[in-house]
C-alpha cells in the first residue's frame, strides 16, 4: 500500500532524500501519520521519525536528529525524508509506514502501524 524510493549509495557527509507515497491512483496520505524506520544488518528495525497528520508535528529519535528532516507535500500525497551529513552507520533498509488519523504518540512501536512499504537500501560507504 506504500511505495518508498530514493535510497542509493551515498558518500558519507551526502545526502539523499527518501519518498514514501501511497499506491494507487488519486490516493493520499493526507489522513495518515507516517513514520520511517530503518534496520540495518544484524540490528533490530528501529523508528526514527514520524509526521503527525493535519498539524503536521515531527519527531526524530536522537540518532537521526538534526540531520534528518521528514515533511509533507502540499498534495499530502507524499512524505519525504531528507537525509544530511549521512553517516556510515546510517546503512540500512529503510521502510515507511502509515496508520489513519495516528498523532505519532509512541511513534517507535511497529505494531501501531497498519500500511507498510517494502523498503529501500541506503548505503553510506565512501
Known amino acids: 500500500q506504500l511505495v518508498e524510493s530514493g535510497g542509493g549509495l551515498v558518500q558519507p557527509g551526502g545526502s539523499l532524500r527518501l519518498s514514501c507515497a501511497a499506491a494507487?491512483?488519486?490516493?493520499?496520505?493526507?489522513?495518515?501519520?507516517v513514520g520511517w524506520f530503518r534496520q540495518a544488518p544484524g540490528k533490530e528495525r528501529e523508528g526514527i521519525s514520524c509526521i503527525s497528520p493535519s498539524d503536521g508535528r515531527t519527531y526524530y529519535a536522537d540518532s537521526v536528529k538534526g540531520r534528518f528532516t521528514i515533511s509533507r507535500d502540499k498534495s499530502k500525497s507524499t512524505v519525504y525524508l531528507q537525509m544530511d551529513s549521512l553517516k556510515p552507520e546510517d546503512t540500512a533498509i529503510y521502510y515507511c509506514?502509515?496508520?489513519?488519523?495516528?498523532?505519532?504518540?509512541?511513534?517507535?512501536?511497529?505494531?501501531?502501524?497498519?500500511?507498510w512499504g517494502q523498503g529501500t537500501q541506503v548505503t553510506v560507504s565512501s
Open positions: 494507487g491512483a488519486g490516493s493520499t496520505l493526507a489522513d495518515y501519520g
Open positions: 509506514a502509515a496508520e489513519d488519523y495516528y498523532y505519532c504518540s509512541g511513534y517507535q512501536i511497529e505494531s501501531l502501524y497498519s500500511s
